[in-house]
């Protein structure tokens, strides 16, 4: 069972251009979750998915960026007219909503992440 | 609006003495809990976790100690040893539903 995968692992842009970053989550997760981390600093949320829609994407910067899920395929993180800020790892994680009787939950479940580069 | 907040960004503790990271959420709704370990160029795992109904749970090393009627979550590892040095995020969700993250605490156990 493999487990959420991401690519690329590291991507270089320059300034101005397009960056699409892919993550496929684990078999069965319908739960997607992108978050950056900025040189120094900790997770910031960005954008939360279900299949085919967008549930919480108040981490988003109001312009340039976008995500999908769609029905078949992976995750997608667009970032156009990249700036040098937008140079950071982003995490995807994907979960399977699921709460338990005893009180247990679901967990997320982390890629390796993508490291992008604008230079 | 952070709804899980992590005030120490850093932590360093002798190897065998007890580290205690702290957590602290705002939003009562939440049921569950989870501590995520995160080492450099590689994603978060999950470490140990704490569903709102209990106030502790164990594994190992490492136990998680949730406190609801002041929102705070702690998490204690004894003995520390070298390899724990990591950054530690706390994170929070209710339902099953979105994880809140804090934005971690980074420990350095010295030999």
Not at chain 2, 26 to 35: A, E, G, R, V
């Amino acid at each position: 069972n493999a487990g959420v995968m991401q690519n690329p692992r590291h991507l270089v842009r320059r300034r101005g251009q397009e960056a699409r970053l892919r993550c496929s989550p684990m078999k069965g997760h319908s739960h997607v979750y992108w978050y950056r981390q900025l040189p120094e600093e900790g997770l910031k949320f960005m954008v939360y998915l279900q299949k085919e829609n967008i549930i919480d994407e108040s981490g988003m910067p109001k312009e340039r960026f976008s995500a999908e899920f769609p029905k078949e395929g992976p995750s997608i993180l667009r970032i156009q007219q990249v700036v040098r800020g937008d140079s950071a790892a982003y995490f995807c994680a994907s979960s399977l909503r699921r709460v338990s009787p005893d009180g247990s939950n679901t967990e997320a479940f982390f890629g390796q992440g993508t490291r992008l580069t604008v230079v | 609006d952070q709804q899980v907040k992590q005030n120490s960004p850093s932590l360093s503790v002798q190897e065998g003495r007890i580290s205690i990271l702290n957590c602290d959420y705002t939003n009562s709704m939440f049921d569950y809990f989870l501590w995520y370990k995160k080492y450099p160029a590689e994603g978060p795992t999950l470490l140990i976790s704490i569903s709102s109904i209990k106030d502790k749970n164990e594994d190992g090393r490492f136990t998680v100690f949730l406190n609801k009627s002041a929102k705070h979550l702690s998490l204690h590892i004894v003995p520390s040893q070298p390899g724990d040095s990591a950054v530690y995020f706390c994170a929070a969700n209710r339902d099953g539903n979105q994880f809140y993250f804090g934005t971690g605490t980074s420990l350095t156990v010295i030999p």
